[in-house]
């Protein structure tokens, strides 16, 4: 458990910079941030903003609204969450110590049932009720928008896996460690690139797409287009080497040249540890229908695109984190012409990118869209050439969509100075 007030505070920097290789710093006080789903991305919420006790908390797209921001403040042995839109606590229905019960939102008491314990789980952290010692978590798992949030005994599922995203107010300083529940800080400076490129064991052309459902561990092994797949080039008639099902899980793989049109992801799906060496008309897309779905590519890394990296042409979320790219047009692209004049969003975590490059991200701000960054480090860009996030206005399919302008605006693109590092 956490014993001191100064263990909060460490454990605060280490919350809002949802990394373990944050700028050193003495750590900055409590603030408001965005409790985000490791599993879907969507955000802890008090449902139609009411401000009744006795609500039952849900998850929902993030929005940036108050009644998704929570406020962190030392409480016992770890922090009370108090809802921006009412300011009443989360809570555990009636104290109980049974999994399965409510969390909701109740007048703040100090109570043990409304402090919450932030303990490191890979670049996550699990939410422990003082009191229950039972993580916050999702109905039945669920991952889908509207989902109620309660206790369950604490496990490694990822629906009990949540990311703290700096929300309104920015701390004064970037915070310096990663969280447990025992902290004790290790500075250790901005994020810096991998010390190389994974060696590939082995490698093996694909000649017609690979489907993945469940999870598929590649090993490591070097995936390239042969026969007909493609080759690399920008060409949208071109076929992915892999195509993930709806809840998938692809790791451990480096596509090489030619990369064809790399991977489609046709709902919710997850890239750990998956490289591109030469990135051909995409690394990657995220189609699928459903506004709830997320894209999850968590490390790795990708150079040599001529174009984007990451393409979504559906709704939803995607999420970019511990990653590296070199030598690219753009990180991101929200659609600007598809058939579907979809709301997108971004969230670009702990990111490393060598110019040269255009952009970290597009958007279409005339469609709703939002591009949210935190711990980039930009390398070889004395001038500040790469744009962090430009802005396009959206047009129906068979036009072409213009730069309207580019930059943080809170509402779009968000982001602060101090989100920005260059190296």
Not at 11 to 20: I, K, P, Q, T
Not at 64 to 75: I, V
Not at 195 to 218: E, F, K, L, R
Not at 307 to 324: A, E, L, S, Y
Request: with cysteine.
């Amino acid at each position: 458990m956490i014993g001191t007030l100064a263990g909060v505070a460490a454990l605060v920097g280490g919350v809002f910079a949802g990394v373990s290789n944050a700028a050193p710093s003495a750590g900055p006080s409590a603030g408001a941030y965005r409790i985000v789903n490791g599993a879907s991305g969507l955000c802890l919420t008090v449902p139609g903003g009411s401000t009744s006790d006795g609500v039952q908390l849900t998850v929902s797209s993030c929005n940036g609204a108050s009644n998704q921001t929570w406020n962190l403040s030392a409480q016992g042995s770890g922090f009370r969450l108090a809802a921006g839109n009412s300011g009443k606590c989360a809570g555990v229905k009636d104290a109980s110590t049974s999994a399965g019960k409510a969390v909701q939102q109740e007048s703040c008491t100090g109570a043990s049932s409304q402090t919450w314990e932030p303990t490191a789980s890979g670049s996550n952290y699990r939410l422990v009720n003082a009191n229950s010692d039972k993580c916050l978590n999702t109905k039945d798992n669920s991952t889908s928008s509207g989902a109620l949030a309660q206790q369950n005994s604490c496990d490694s599922v990822s629906t009990k896996q949540w990311s703290l995203q700096p929300a309104g107010s920015q701390p004064s300083s970037t915070p310096t460690v990663t969280p447990t529940r025992s902290p004790s800080p290790t500075p250790t400076g901005n994020p810096t690139s991998p010390s190389g490129w994974p060696s590939a064991n082995g490698s093996q052309a694909v000649t017609s797409t690979i489907s993945v459902s469940g999870t598929m561990d590649g090993g490591l092994k070097r995936y390239y287009a042969g026969g007909a797949m493609g080759d690399g080039g920008q060409s949208e008639s071109q076929d992915p080497i892999f195509e993930l099902a709806n809840g998938a899980t692809l790791k451990n793989v480096i596509i090489g040249s030619p990369g064809a049109d790399g991977i489609h992801c046709l709902g919710s799906c997850t890239l750990q540890n998956v490289w591109w060496e030469d990135v051909g008309e995409d690394a990657a897309t995220l189609l699928g229908s459903s506004s709830s779905q997320v894209m999850t590519i968590d490390g790795g890394g990708a150079k040599s695109a001529s174009d984007k990296v990451f393409q979504h042409n559906g709704p939803g979320t995607m999420v970019i984190k511990n990653f590296q790219v070199d030598n690219f047009g753009k990180l991101y692209r929200a659609c600007g012409n598809c058939t579907n004049s979809y709301q997108r969003h971004v969230q670009m975590s702990n990111i490393v990118a060598t110019y040269p490059g255009k952009a970290l991200a597009g958007i279409n701000t005339n469609w709703g869209d939002t591009a949210r960054f935190s711990n980039i480090t930009i390398k070889n860009d004395p001038n500040h050439k790469m744009i962090v996030c430009l802005k396009y206005k959206g047009v129906p399919k068979g036009s072409e969509p213009t730069e309207i302008g580019s930059g943080a605006d809170g509402t779009n693109c968000i982001y602060s100075s101090s989100d920005i590092h260059y190296q």
